[in-house]
């Protein structure tokens, strides 16, 4: 069960300490778990455990493919590995070494792609990774989830930690809004209704769900009500959740830090062009590089902001009623 706690504020607490605090009890009662990162180990704050447990916790350098190669290695001699690098270097540069060495030979994974998207601000283009969901839902039987914040962070990571296959996390380090109660627990591959109406559905993921709250609360003033969909595990989507919304509110809105192609958006398409055709729009980067900026500024270049969301909810509205008087 998960407890809304949402009021526009961000963590207080660094989501590196929540993923250290993790790693760290993993690494004491577990033998069999180890960590390997590509030179980031100050950003996700694994430095001291790396001092601690040197024969477990491993830095291969600005290496990204070796690093997936060394973590299956571990993985085939029956440790559980788990990875972490820059989202846009640990995907699309290591692509092949995670799907022939991890995925296709049945190794289990657990790859965190830290700062995706808009994330990297200052980092600029080079580092941002639109594209990143789209790779990891192509594995065969693989889990992709776009973290929200803190709370959600630590119970995936415990939901996750025994079962075996291939499981990537697009994770924010900075800058968060909390939007869950610390203890909050969440199921994988099931999606969190937030709040509900029957208007129309937003269905989000990462920080776009912080935004689609603020949107809601926006359009409410004006008598519109929307529901609110947190569908945190983009692979395996919860799809029963998808018909549902389509069937209730008849018009839905997917709203990613992620390119058009190939993430939440088409996964929802799918699913409801499969089960129930209704009307449905997307929030996403479309066709485009990223750029150098704040995240104040690139949240309000590509679109990622309440008040653009309530208007995209606006205009899926008049555009569903503009079809369905001309099919009249």
Not at 62 to 70: A, D, F, L, P, S
Not at 214 to 219: F, G, I, N, R, S
Not at 314 to 328: G, H, Q
Request: hydrophobic content about 40%; some cysteine; charged content about 25%.
């Amino acid at each position: 069960m998960f407890t809304l706690d949402y009021n526009g504020n961000f963590e207080t607490q660094p989501i590196t300490e929540v993923f250290s605090s993790f790693m760290g009890d993993r690494l004491k009662n577990d033998s069999k778990t180890a960590y390997v990162d590509a030179d980031l180990m100050a950003l996700i704050g694994m430095r001291d455990l790396w001092k601690k447990y040197p024969d477990r916790v491993l830095n291969t350098g600005i290496m990204e493919g070796n690093m997936i190669g060394v973590a299956a290695g571990l993985a085939v001699t029956g440790f559980k590995p788990y990875v972490h690098s820059f989202a846009a270097f640990v995907t699309r540069r290591a692509f092949d070494q995670i799907f022939i060495s991890a995925a296709y030979n049945k190794n289990t994974m657990h790859i965190i792609g830290s700062e995706p998207g808009i994330k990297q601000d200052f980092n600029g283009g080079t580092h941002m990774t639109f594209e990143d969901t789209a790779i990891m839902r192509t594995i065969p039987d693989s889990c992709v989830f776009d973290i929200t914040d803190d709370a959600m962070l630590l119970s995936v990571l415990n939901e996750t930690k025994d079962r075996e296959g291939i499981f990537y996390y697009r994770l924010p380090m900075s800058e968060i809004r909390k939007v869950y109660a610390d203890g909050s627990d969440f199921e994988v591959g099931k999606g969190n209704i937030l709040c509900d109406g029957k208007d129309a559905t937003v269905i989000a993921a990462g920080p776009l769900v912080a935004m689609a709250l603020d949107a809601a609360k926006e359009l409410a003033e004006e008598g519109i009500h929307i529901r609110v969909v947190d569908m945190f595990t983009i692979k395996p989507l919860d799809e029963k959740l998808v018909i549902d919304s389509a069937e209730k509110t008849g018009l839905i809105i997917t709203a990613e830090n992620a390119s058009v192609n190939g993430g939440l958006g088409e996964a929802v398409s799918r699913c409801v062009t499969e089960n129930v055709p209704v009307f449905v729009k997307h929030v996403a980067v479309k066709e485009e590089f990223g750029e150098v900026g704040p995240e104040s500024y690139l949240f309000e270049r590509y679109g990622f902001t309440g008040s653009r969301l309530a208007a995209e909810v606006r205009n899926a509205l008049a555009e569903r009623k503009k079809k369905e008087k001309k099919s009249c």
